[in-house]
Nanobody, 113 residues
């Protein structure tokens, strides 16, 4: 069983930036995906960005604004979020794939003036 712990959410004004971080309790093989999903109120959970074997995958809605980075040695994945809009408001979940699917507890990101 892999535990994922997120940090870095909060309240930010439109156009601002936030950085989310997630640490896994054990190593995630490089070819297994690790990344971020989000769920806005009343909506289904959706992919934000994942990375596996050094290749990132982004949702169209965040391309050019968000950057995912992964440190295999530290079992961490981070998400740098720039040019945030109110539509980015959601609970963000860290995700790791492999022989199972593992989720963090979620961290709230609120973009509002």
């Amino acid at each position: 069983q892999v535990q994922l712990v997120e940090s870095g959410g909060g309240l930010v004004q439109p156009g601002g930036s936030l950085r989310l971080s997630c640490v896994a309790s054990s190593a995630i093989y490089t070819f297994y995906p690790m990344g971020w999903y989000r769920q806005a109120a009343g909506k289904q959970r959706e992919l934000v960005a994942t990375e596996s074997s050094g290749t990132p995958n982004y949702a169209d809605s965040v391309k050019g604004r968000f950057t995912i980075s992964r440190d295999y040695g530290k079992n961490t994945v981070s998400l740098q979020m720039n040019s945030l809009t109110p539509e980015d408001t959601a609970v963000y979940y860290c995700y790791a794939g492999g022989r199972g699917q593992f989720w963090g507890q979620g961290t709230q990101v609120t973009v509002s003036s």
